[in-house]
């Protein structure tokens, strides 16, 4: 994937409201929670170190990065398969059905919610991603970057062609 460009990417911190104070790492689960009801976005709460898995999936999504690791919940059960049409192999209507689920929990996340969440929990994700290794106030960037590559990703349109190299497809 292409990086983000660098111009427009730095969206203006949500502003403080003074009604909610600065939220603590022990809230965050909870404030997350508001964001969705579906079990696939619950289960990606749960375990140690949400605010660290939380800043490596904003700064690999960012980068063009695959946050992977840090979903690992959301590996699909079924094998990648390809059917041929004519003289091409292309990836297979239930390739793309095994992410179904994940699909229905992005789509049930209330995205007012997630900002709430985010303002709450800032300072203390803020340091998460400092903790990475990444400068101060780069957090906000990061996050305009990774919002934007999600609302800029292509949608497939028509069958994607693969080729078989070594036992995998590209």
Known sequence: PQPAPEAAQAAPALAPNPSEPPATAAE???????????????????????????????ENIAEGTSPRRELGFLDPRAPFSVVRRGDLLV??????????????????????AVAIAYRRLHGVLDAAYRALGFPAGGLDRAAARALRRVADAPVAAEDVAVVQQEGLFA
């Open 28 to 58: 965050a689960p909870a404030l997350l929670e508001r964001a969705s009801q579906h079990p696939l976005f619950r289960k990606g709460l749960q375990g140690a170190d949400l605010l660290r898995r939380c800043a490596v999936l904003i």
């Open 91 to 112: 990836i297979a209507a239930d390739s793309y059905a095994r992410y179904d689920d994940v699909g229905d929990a992005v789509g049930s996340v209330d995205a007012r």
